[in-house]
Nanobody, 126 residues
Framework: QVQLVESGGGLVQAGGSLRLSCAASGRTSFTVMAWFRQAPGKAREFVAQIGWSGGNTYYADSVKGRFTISGDNAKDIMYLQMNSLKPEDTAVYYC????????????????????WGQGTQVTVSS
């Protein structure tokens, strides 16, 4: 049984920062972990990905230069440091994990992931 639990969401003013965490438990020998987000009325979208053993990182263009994904695979925790937040970053943020594939490839499609957390709300006020 795999469980992913996000934390760290909240309300912040534009230009502010938040750090999200995703704690994994169970069989955690993942290949890739990622963050996605979903705003009201919109589809879930890719935010960032990290290869769980090699550490390769990939970002959506909309967050490149502002967000940083990182992980501590000894503690099974993944992070998303979000700086210079904008109102358009407002969404529910989900962490996701997959077992197959390679950390050096990108997996932008939510359907490619095996496990999901319950989500944490991030609201950025203008």
């Amino acid at each position: 049984q795999v469980q992913l639990v996000e934390s760290g969401g909240g309300l912040v003013q534009a230009g502010g920062s938040l750090r999200l965490s995703c704690a994994a438990s169970g069989r955690t020998s993942f290949t890739v972990m990622a963050w996605f987000r979903q705003a009201p009325g919109k589809a879930r979208e890719f935010v960032a990905q990290i290869g769980w053993s090699g550490g390769n990182t990939y970002y959506a263009d909309s967050v490149k230069g502002r967000f940083t994904i990182s992980g501590d695979n000894a503690k099974d925790i993944m992070y998303l440091q979000m700086n210079s937040l904008k109102p358009e970053d407002t969404a529910v943020y989900y962490c996701a994990a997959k077992w197959s594939g390679r950390g050096s490839r990108t997996y932008y499609n939510s359907g490619e992931y095996d496990y999901w957390g319950q989500g944490t709300q991030v609201t950025v006020s203008s």
